[in-house]
């Protein structure tokens, strides 16, 4: 069995939180996707489909680029250090997870216009929603 009985519990609980998060960012990121494609769309003068492809386009690069990147180091970590690859790249995919979470942080509410100057509580603030 490649899951010791034990961590069942844990492997259980981890993946719902994990699946109930993953529907809650797919939910909220369509509609933020798309509020910002009408917004775009309006600045630009061109119509919101052909705005939508353009950032289907660019999401679906850059998402799956980072995942195909990461795979490709994983494989290589695996066979480069087949003894400490676990530890490798769970500490890699921890510190992209992280730096992806300060990325968020970014994210402009779009009814306001946003800046890339925060203060302290604000971090805190947004860090608590992410």
Do not use: H, R
């Not at 998402?63 to 795979?71: C, D």
Request: hydrophobic share 50%; net charge negative.
């Amino acid at each position: 069995c490649l899951v010791p009985s034990g961590a069942w519990p844990i492997l259980l609980l981890s993946s719902t939180i994990g699946g109930v998060a993953g529907g809650l960012l797919w939910a909220s990121q369509g509609k933020y996707y798309a509020a910002n494609s009408i917004l775009y769309a309006d600045a630009v003068e061109l119509p919101v489909e052909v705005i939508n492809s353009k950032f289907a386009g660019i999401f679906a690069g850059i998402y799956l680029g980072t995942e195909m990147v990461l795979a490709l180091i994983a494989s290589g970590v695996y066979f480069g250090y087949p003894d400490n690859a676990d530890a490798i790249v769970f500490s890699l995919y921890s510190v992209v997870s992280l730096l992806s979470t300060f990325v968020m942080l970014g994210t402009s509410d779009l009814d306001e216009l946003g800046t890339w100057e925060w203060d302290t509580d604000e971090v805190v603030y947004q860090m608590g929603a992410t």
